[in-house]
């Protein structure tokens, strides 16, 4: 079924159709969901609730951009919405201790390295989690970033920074990245 | 593999690397969206919802009405009694007025015939088939309310035949063996005059009597040849295995004499019909006198429809509903120019009422409503962008933002458009009604109801955190509402209907949304309530 008929159908409300574009988009935007969820339950949990604003929003859809990153907006907005329900994420949000934060590598699967670089993603706490996918994966400026997430633009600087740092450490770590270390204190001690 | 991730350019190889990731969801997340997008299964439980409720408002009502009826009967039912008696009483009179008639014309008229046309075993069929309807209406003869005719007596001017036609062969027999005496010499004419009498009471009697009469005067039973000839073409009619074709093919034998005269038979006729009333006017009485199942008095239906104008009222901190014009209400922020514009539009509630009188001018109310009420809201296109609301946790109470995708502005510029919030709700009132004034044609109420509803289907534009932005998100919106009703209104009573006429306002208690959005919304609806009950 072409994007076009998907489209048409979702708009006319028809399940086969809505089906379809589920069954097209549904794989990557797990992955996108899963950067931001604690586990895939979670994932799976935001998937729904995403798809179901795409499919309530689809006739906003204009067609100026490309349909999949127009439902990966929702998505990450959404995922964005599930996280600050938590209340953890107010309280993460605002740690500047990074460097005293106990990584637990051995949580970190040996598979394919785009796996392994989401774990590692993953890994980190989700104030930083949050900044570093809207930041570096999604492209968000640091001025949307503290709109989004109703924080200051210098706040998610400087947790996008640390967030960077102990990424890439835990990278190294994993022989995913070379790298000094030197060079990661060097950036933990700058932030 | 570490070449692949490039120091140098982290953020794109983070995202090139994260951006491969894809997962296959389980079965259970398109099943959850599907059946979020297809609520259709939802509806039997509603409609079974409401045929039971509708049950039990039907099996209430017809108890009420039936213990009311069986155990009152007012005086002013004696009335109307006494009153139908009286109608039944002339409708005798008329009939015996009729019957005297009809007796008048018989004197009048030369007589009237039985003609008969038989050709076969079937013929005679026929024959008893007319002589029992001869006799049913003999029967009508002696019920005053079901009429009489005087057709149906065949007399002479001054004389009455009379061969009693009680539905056996012995009355045709009597016949036919009379023919063949009185027609001993051939071809002779037979005249069968058949009087039908009233009840069977008096056939007995009217029996004894032609008895006696055929013995007094059987001299002048004369035959046919010197009567009219009346009937002819009897050709097949057989009774007793004696065809009459053999006695006289087609001509009937006169009974040319009366077997009682005429003023006996009026005599006669006018005692049983006597009984015949009294009998009828008993009857009457005793049905009058059963229990009969009555409108309830106390229990009235209403339905009505209300036009209606839809406004709204929003309370929110900071914030303050500014009159614009009569027809449009502007929400402005305290910080800036910008707000929410939204126009009143017209709405509708319709439904059945049921009130029950159980003090004086005091009626309990309740039914089942429908109301659609909205507005429009004033936006204009923009391009698609993002926009926040503030929310607040139910636990908590703290704030927290929702991002939403949007391309609808606040209407502070070109291009306006136009966008609908509004709610289909179906409610059911539970309030009092009072009387405040009351004649013979008209009635004064003042009522007010406290009105749970569903909210079947509703559509909300919400006004962005920084009021730039029209947002929309339909789980923000409660699915169970409270509304309160107050009305006046002016009951004109009609011979056949009361008609209701009067203003009315449904104020709706509870916020259009949820507890997580901090603005307040609550319709007002003004309406005028037109009703028609029995």
């Known amino acids: 079924m072409t994007e076009e008929l998907m489209l048409q159908g979702c708009l006319e409300n028809l399940a086969s159709a809505q089906e379809s574009l589920y069954n097209r988009f549904s794989p990557r935007m797990l992955g996108v969901c899963y950067r931001y969820a604690r586990n895939r339950e979670d994932a799976e949990d935001m998937l729904q609730e995403g798809f179901i604003k795409v499919y309530s929003q689809i006739h906003q859809f ?60 993953r890994l980190l706490p989700i104030g930083y989690r949050t900044v570093l996918n809207l930041y570096a994966i999604e492209g968000f400026s640091h001025k949307e970033i503290g709109a989004i997430l109703d924080i200051e633009e210098s706040t998610s600087r400087s947790q996008y920074t640390r967030a960077r740092a102990l990424l890439e450490e835990i990278l190294i770590r994993k022989k995913i990245l070379q790298k000094p270390r030197e060079n990661v204190r060097m950036a933990l001690g700058k932030s | 593999m570490e070449r692949r991730f490039d120091m140098t350019n982290f953020e794109q190889s983070l995202k090139d690397q994260a951006d491969q990731l894809d997962m296959i969801p389980s079965r259970r997340v398109w099943n959850g969206i599907y059946n979020n997008l297809h609520p259709g299964s939802r509806w039997p439980s509603i409609a079974m919802a409401f045929l039971f409720l509708f049950t039990i408002l039907g099996i209430g009502h017809l108890n009420n009405t039936r213990k009311l009826a069986g155990i009152n009967i007012q005086p002013q039912n004696q009335s109307e009694i006494n009153s139908d008696l009286q109608n039944e009483l002339n409708s005798s009179n008329e009939i015996q007025d009729e019957s005297n008639s009809a007796k008048q014309d018989l004197q009048n008229k030369p007589g009237t015939y039985f003609k008969g046309n038989f050709t076969a075993d079937n013929k005679k069929n026929q024959f008893l088939k007319d002589v029992n309807k001869d006799v049913n209406n003999k029967e009508k003869l002696s019920n005053p309310a079901s009429g009489f005719s005087a057709k149906l007596i065949p007399l002479y001017p001054d004389k009455a035949a009379d061969v009693i036609a009680d539905n056996n062969a012995d009355v045709l027999k009597s016949l036919a063996e009379k023919a063949p005496n009185n027609n001993a010499q051939s071809e002779k004419k037979i005249t069968a005059i058949v009087a039908i009498n009233s009840d069977k009471n008096s056939l007995n009697e009217i029996q004894k009597q032609s008895t006696q009469t055929k013995e007094d005067e059987s001299s002048n039973f004369k035959t046919a040849e010197n009567e009219k000839l009346v009937g002819n073409n009897i050709s097949d009619f057989t009774t007793n295995n004696t065809t009459l074709k053999d006695l006289d093919q087609d001509k009937l034998v006169a009974i040319s004499e009366p077997l009682i005269t005429i003023n006996e038979a009026a005599s006669i006729q006018a005692s049983t019909e006597r009984n015949a009333e009294k009998a009828q006017i008993n009857e009457a009485a005793k049905k009058k006198q059963k229990p009969v199942k009555k409108r309830n008095e106390k229990i009235s239906w209403l339905f009505y429809i209300t036009p209606s104008l839809t406004t709204a009222t929003f309370l929110d901190n900071g914030k303050q509903p500014i009159n614009s014009n009569s027809s449009s209400l502007i929400i402005r922020g305290n910080q800036n120019s910008s707000g929410m514009t939204y126009n009143s539009r017209f709405g509708f509630e319709t ?81 009092l009604q009072q009387a405040l004034f009351e004649n013979e044609k008209i009635r004064v109420d003042i009522a007010t109801t406290i009105e749970p509803s569903y909210v079947l289907k ?58 997580t959005y901090p603005v307040k919304e609550h319709l007002l609806d003004y309406g005028i309530r037109i009703g028609i009950s029995k």
């Not at chain 1, 990966?72 to 209340?87: F, P, Q, S, Y």
């Not at chain 2, 059945?352 to 009420?373: C, P, R, V």
Request: net charge positive.
């Open chain 2, 458 to 515: 509703s559509n909300a534009f919400l006004i962005s955190a920084d009021e730039r932005y029209y947002v929309k998100d339909p789980s923000l919106l409660r699915k169970i509402n409270l509304s309160g009703h107050a009305g006046t209104f002016v009951t004109f009573k009609t011979p056949k209907f009361k008609w209701q006429l009067g203003p009315t306002v449904r104020y709706q208690l509870l916020s259009t949304y949820q507890k």
């Open chain 2, 351 to 431: 439904g059945t009422e049921m009130s029950y009188a159980f003090w004086k001018k005091l009626q309990f109310i309740t039914g089942l409503h429908f109301s659609y009420s909205g507005y429009n809201v004033v936006s204009n296109q923009v391009h698609p962008t993002f926009a926040t609301l503030i929310l607040k946790q139910e636990a908590s109470g703290l704030p927290y933002s929702k991002g939403y995708m949007t391309h609808y502005g606040n209407g502070q510029s070109q291009n306006q458009i136009s966008l609908s919030n509004y709610s289909l709700q179906l409610s059911i009132p539970v309030g």
């Open chain 1, 62 to 121: 204009r067609g100026s951009g490309a349909l999949e990153g127009w439902i990966r907006r929702i998505i990450v907005h959404t995922c964005i919405n599930v996280i600050k329900k938590n209340k953890k994420f107010s309280d993460s949000v605002d740690l500047v201790h990074a460097s005293s934060i106990q990584i637990n590598e051995n949580n970190i699967p040996s598979i394919l390295q785009a796996k392994q670089v989401v774990e590692c993603i």
